[in-house]
């Protein structure tokens, strides 16, 4: 890289998610605690810097309600075994349904538009001698709605982790939305990190002293009104 060459925000990105995941805390160690939270402070910063512009990406000039191709596109940015990177595009009025995210941290950046989030955890047996049960020969998880809210390009990141808002589903509102997306590690069926699919069922009522709400959660099949296609990514290439 020539010396006069400015680093890109979206390179500074990458970077520091490759250093805040290649060495996520084990369980009960302080220490490596300690720097994985400020690593992943300074990526936090990072991200809420980033622009859609940055990206060389914008709102769609024309939009055609009839058409046929994907509800949800992804653009690729870059993928190791530590982290993955990309940009989601939903059309007005699409949704990425309730999904899990099984053991990984996560982080999504609102590029323009506005999309209403909800967040839930599903709780274990420890909480609950109901946690799980069959529902008509269906497993039916008992989980918590732990937030809830809109976020826009003025906003600061979505943070998940394995512990909380591990469970999201994304709506676009008033339009078109696109959001910067960081997994950590990424998907991998054959790791045990397959994305599972749910439907609230009803409500379970309110967690004793707390005011979040208890759910019934299904797990069904993709959704036949979901899918997610590709588009080239525009910007700034990155290496890590």
Known sequence: MPKNSKISVIQKIASQA???????????????SKVFVEQQTELVSLLSQITAEDLNIAPPKKLSAASPSAPVTYMHICETDAFSMGVFLLKPGASIPLHDHPGMNGMLKVLYGKVDIRCYDKL?????????????????????LRSSGQFTAQSGPCVLSPAKDNLH????????????????????????????????????????????????????????????????????????
């Open 169 to 240: 589903e994304i709506d676009a509102v008033d339009g078109p939305a696109a959001f910067l997306d960081i997994l950590a590690p990424p998907y991998g069926p054959d790791d045990g990190r397959d994305c599972h699919y749910y439907k609230v069922l009803q409500t379970a009522g309110r967690k004793e002293q707390s005011e979040e709400d208890e759910v019934w959660l299904l797990e069904i099949p993709q959704p036949d009104d979901f899918w997610c296609g590709g588009e080239p990514y525009p910007g700034p290439q990155v290496s890590v």
């Open 18 to 32: 490759n250093q805040t995941f290649q060495n996520i805390p084990s369980s009960g160690n302080n220490a490596d």
């Open 124 to 144: 274990d047996e420890a909480a609950g001698a109901e946690a799980e049960h069959e529902r008509q020969g269906e497993a039916v998880s008992r989980a918590v």
